[in-house]
């Protein structure tokens, strides 16, 4: 793989983790925003990892992946 079709990878991977990160945000924002008491819900019924998780940390890993990926993207641009 040469150079150029790596670097073709990252910002599609960028991009990617960008718009999804971005996506999963604000469904986070739009369920806090509609129905508060949610938020602090774990999103399954199963107690294993990443079941468990909350939406409000959902949120906040996917807003820091959005960060992320637009970070690069913006370096690869």
Known sequence: MDFKQW??????????????GLLTWVCAVVVDATHPDWI???I???????????LGGIGAVAFATAAF?????????
């Open 7 to 20: 670097l073709s990878s990252l910002q599609a991977l960028a991009l990617t983790m960008f718009l999804f």
């Open 40 to 42: 602090s819900e774990p």
């Open 44 to 54: 399954a019924h199963y107690d294993v990892p990443p079941f468990n998780w909350r």
């Open 69 to 77: 990926g637009f970070f690069v993207w913006g370096l690869e641009k």
